[in-house]
């Protein structure tokens, strides 16, 4: 019993004792003064008594208590939350641009003859290799033509054999003229020493001059037929000469037979059309038995093995252009699914655009794309090495972007441990404890559901993935799970 219950059992005694002789006695009458002045200091005290153990039990309530009731109770766990590492990549600075995808080897074939087509060797969409036939026009007439030039080499190379017997009769007439020749040199030698002699027999008139005479005319009898001789060998020399040109121009004959003949067979190959490189067929327009000109399209062929995507780059952007840039195509989703280098950079801007024309080949494996498609085109200007952490790990206070990271409570840099949302005792931590701190983070770009940090985080840092709305800073956590940032 407390000493204020005390005092009060002591005060209201008398008035206990008074109250009983007012109903015992009636002598006690004379004493009712006093019993008035005691009662006027009864109600303040009895009222001061109730404010008092008012106060007292609020304090008791409110402050006694609750000590006494967590003094009993264990601190709460640390709070368990999802802990990742910040992921280590390539961030890249880019732009995506709508464009057009066209094959790299894309023909409509047409003919370089007329005719009629006999038959259609493919469909559309068969694969064809590079000198498959895949038409024939009708060609009969035009074979027909290359025999019979085929036989007019056949003359001409006869004309030429003829020419060059002619022109070895020639000389076999020519040798014999050309002895006939000799023989008249001869003669005439022969005729000039019997004149000599009969000259030196003259003069010593062992002779008449009747036979000096005829040794005379022997001897230009004899110069005449050699004259006539050499006459003959010369003429003979332009037969041969003759004879020779007249081979020479049937061997151009033949030349020109023979050139005929192979112009033929060329045209006569046009009349079978062929793939020009492997493909796929196209539309085919045509069908047996139409009529077709050097104008008239047959069908189209088109190599989508390698494709080619044609990008307009506004003009503020294409000082940054080079051959070899990096240029990925992107599905619906944003991800890349080809990747290819720039290698064409258009010198001129489209005056109706203002943009420059950038080009860049592509694989297409698996045939997923198609000549004419339109694409995403995102073109890569620069990259460099970058952390990367979910949105969900990001918190926004005051304008400033924090991100928590599992730390020891002894480098967190921590004075006290926060206490968990409900209150309770201040909770005592270890050095080693691991405790959410809160640090000031400089975003950089948006990737996906992850976002670049440029300050404020370090490649290992274990960071609290998500779950952030129900941390503060230097609360005590427990790892519920290490995932990857993604």
């Known amino acids: 019993m407390s000493s204020q219950d005390t005092d009060q059992n002591l005060e209201l005694k008398p008035s206990a004792e008074l109250s009983n002789h007012a109903h015992g006695s009636e002598s006690l009458t004379p004493s009712l003064p006093p019993q008035n002045n005691s009662r006027r200091f009864l109600v303040p005290l009895i009222l001061g008594l109730l404010v008092l153990g008012g106060v007292g039990w609020v304090i008791f309530n409110r402050v006694i208590l609750p000590i006494l009731m967590f003094s009993n109770m264990a601190p709460p766990p640390p709070l368990a ?23 790299r080897q894309s023909v409509t074939l047409q003919p370089k003859v007329s005719g009629q087509i006999s038959t259609i060797f493919v469909k559309a969409g068969d694969r064809v290799q590079a000198g498959d036939i895949l038409i024939q026009i009708d060609a009969d007439q035009q074979r027909a033509q290359v025999a019979s030039r085929g036989a007019g080499v056949n003359t001409a190379a006869a004309d030429v054999e003829t020419a060059r017997a002619d ?41 008449s001059k009747q036979s000096l005479e005829q040794k005379r005319n022997a001897i230009q009898t004899a110069q005449a037929e050699l004259n006539q001789a050499k006459a003959d060998v010369q003429a003979q020399n332009s037969a041969i000469a003759r004879a020779q040109a007249q081979v020479m121009r049937n061997q151009q004959a033949v030349a020109q037979a023979q050139a005929n003949v192979s112009e033929g067979r060329a045209e006569l190959r046009d009349y079978t059309i062929t793939a020009p490189f492997a493909g796929v067929v196209g539309n085919i327009p045509v069908k047996q038995g139409d009529v077709v000109s050097a104008t008239t399209p047959l069908l189209t062929l088109s190599q989508n093995q390698q494709l080619e995507v044609q990008i307009q780059v506004p003009l503020e952007r294409s000082s940054l252009l080079r051959q070899g ?37 592509f694989a297409n494996a698996g045939d997923t794309l198609r000549t004419a498609q339109f694409v995403r085109a995102r073109v890569v ?7 990367l952490v979910p949105t969900t790990a990001i918190s926004r206070l005051g304008g400033k972007d924090f991100i928590f990271i599992a730390q020891s409570f002894q480098s967190s840099g921590c004075k006290a441990a926060a206490q968990a949302e409900g209150g309770g005792p201040p909770v ?37 993935t998500s779950g952030i709305l129900q941390l503060q800073n230097c609360l005590p956590i427990a790892e519920a799970g290490i995932t990857k940032a993604k």
């Open 428 to 464: 005592k931590v270890e050095p080693g404890q691991t405790v959410a701190a809160q640090k000031l983070i400089k975003l950089g770009k948006i990737i996906g559901n992850d976002q670049e940090v440029l300050e404020g985080l370090e490649a290992g840092d274990r960071i609290v």
């Open 325 to 361: 840039q990096l240029v990925k195509l992107l599905d619906d989703a944003g991800k890349a699914v080809r990747t290819g280098q720039i290698s064409f950079v258009a010198p001129n801007v489209d005056p109706a655009t203002q943009s420059v024309q950038a080009k860049a080949a």
């Open 167 to 207: 022109v070895d009769s020639a000389r076999d007439t020519l040798r014999s003229l050309q002895a006939k020749q000799a023989s008249a040199q001869a003669n005439v030698q022969l005729n000039q020493a019997d004149y000599k002699r009969f000259q030196d027999l003259y003069a010593a008139g062992a002779t």
């Open 381 to 387: 200007w620069s990259s460099r090495s970058g952390l």
């Open 81 to 103: 939350v999802p802990l990742g590492q910040a992921k280590v990549t390539t961030v890249e600075e880019s732009s995506d641009y709508a464009a057009t995808l066209d094959s």
